[in-house]
Structures are given as structure tokens and as C-alpha cells.
């Protein structure tokens, strides 16, 4: 079946760690994103590819990282410099930028 | 930049009962998609509207989307326990180009 594949389901970080979070997709899409989710909020972009090699930052990404050397395979890294990183993080996808996303079933955040 | 006001935040209803959400916009969008994220679960494309004045039907949903391509509503009839979750709309448009704006979402309750 075709989906996306995020892990871990759930992660937790020390003070002063940097933690990546995987995002794979077999749909062949160009498109893919990683946003944030917190109680009560709706969806924040965090970073955005519309194609290999290349990336975006979104309204959030301060204290995040990304790449994408593959087309099916996008890692979001959690950095130090992110003072607040508990949160639900969602990766998805689509066949072109602005179209409808598929979605992971997301990363849960928390500071050990 | 672009914003998406969603409201209610919070319905609660009886089984039976109708349910209606609303999405308003800053700026004209070139479409609207709308999701819902079941408890516990990821977002799943529901449908994109994109012409103005666009009526869509989903069995017990309908969806509208604004003349002015502005604001949207989605419409459940005779809601089921099986509607329970949370529903966001997302707008493309304006100077945010192909990027997505999440309205914050209205959490439906549906007690049997």
C-alpha cells in the first residue's frame, strides 16, 4: 500500500540534543512537509521541499533543520536552538505544491 | 501574511443534530481543502474546493466555498459518532502562493 511512514511514533530528547525524525513516502509525490502540531492549533509549516535537493523554510523553522537527498525521504532534525519542542510533528505529501497532502501518522515530542 | 479564522472552536452536539463550521480568510484564496483528523489520528484530505460559489456533496457532508472565494463552510446532516474529530480547513492564495494556511480547526463532539 502506498502511504507515508513516520518514526519514531513517539521520541524524547535531553537538554542539548539534537533528534531527527524520519519522513519516508512511497507515493511518488514531489512535494513533501513537516509541520507542527500543538493542542488547540491548527497545522504549522515548519519546512517544505517541492523537489529533490532543494527546500524551504516555512512560517516556524527556526531551531529546525531538513534535507532531501531523496525523493521518497525527507528528516526533520530538532535542534538544541529549539527552546520549545514538544509537539505533534506531521510530515506529508502531494503530487505538486498546493495540492491536497497526504499525511504520516506523526511524531510525539517530548523533553526528557 | 495570509490567515485562516476557523470557528467554532469547540461543538458539541447530539447524535442526530446538524453541525455546521466556518472558514474565513484575510485574503482571496485560489482553493480550499478540508480535512479531519479523527482523536489520536493525522489529518486525511476530505475534499478542494475551487471555484467560486463551488457546492460539494459527501454523502451526509457538503462543503461551500465563498463567492468572493474568501470563506468556506462545511455542512454535516444528522451527525454519527463516526463524525467525532476535528476539522480544518486550508487555504492557497494571495502572496503565500501554493502554501497551505491552516485554520486552528473545530473539534466536533458528538454524544449518542
Known amino acids: 500500500d502506498g502511504g507515508i511512514t513516520q518514526s519514531p511514533k513517539y521520541l524524547f530528547r535531553k537538554e542539548g540534543q539534537n533528534v531527527t525524525l524520519s519522513c519516508e513516502q512511497n507515493?511518488?509525490?514531489?512535494?513533501m512537509y513537516w509541520y507542527r502540531q500543538d493542542p488547540g492549533q491548527g497545522l504549522r509549516l515548519i519546512y517544505y521541499?517541492?523537489?529533490?535537493?532543494?527546500?524551504q523554510k516555512g512560517d516556524i523553522a527556526e531551531g529546525y533543520s531538513v534535507s532531501r537527498e531523496k525523493k521518497e525521504s525527507f528528516p526533520l532534525t530538532v535542534t538544541s536552538a529549539q527552546k520549545n519542542p514538544t509537539a505533534f510533528y506531521l510530515c506529508?505529501?502531494?503530487?505538486?505544491?498546493?495540492?491536497?497532502?497526504?499525511f504520516g501518522d506523526g511524531t510525539r515530542l517530548s523533553i526528557l | 501574511g495570509q490567515q485562516v479564522m476557523q470557528i467554532p472552536q469547540y461543538q458539541h452536539v447530539q447524535e442526530g443534530e446538524d453541525f455546521t463550521t466556518y472558514c474565513n480568510s484575510s485574503?482571496?484564496?485560489?482553493?480550499i481543502q478540508w480535512y479531519k483528523q479523527r482523536p489520536g489520528g493525522h489529518p486525511v484530505f476530505l475534499i478542494q474546493?475551487?471555484?467560486?460559489?463551488e457546492v460539494k456533496k459527501q454523502k451526509r457532508l457538503t462543503f461551500q466555498f465563498g463567492e468572493a472565494k474568501k470563506n468556506s463552510s462545511l455542512h454535516i446532516t444528522a451527525t454519527q459518532t463516526t463524525d467525532v474529530g476535528t476539522y480544518f480547513c486550508?487555504?492557497?492564495?494571495?502572496?503565500?502562493?501554493?502554501?497551505?494556511?491552516f485554520g486552528q480547526g473545530t473539534i466536533l463532539t458528538v454524544h449518542p
Open positions: 521541499s517541492q523537489i529533490v535537493n532543494d527546500f
Open positions: 474546493l475551487v471555484k467560486s460559489g
Open positions: 485574503t482571496t484564496l485560489s482553493n
Open positions: 486550508a487555504g492557497t492564495g494571495g502572496t503565500s502562493y501554493g502554501k497551505l494556511t
Open positions: 507515493l511518488n509525490h514531489d512535494a
Open positions: 506529508g505529501s502531494g503530487q505538486g505544491w498546493g495540492q491536497p497532502q497526504h
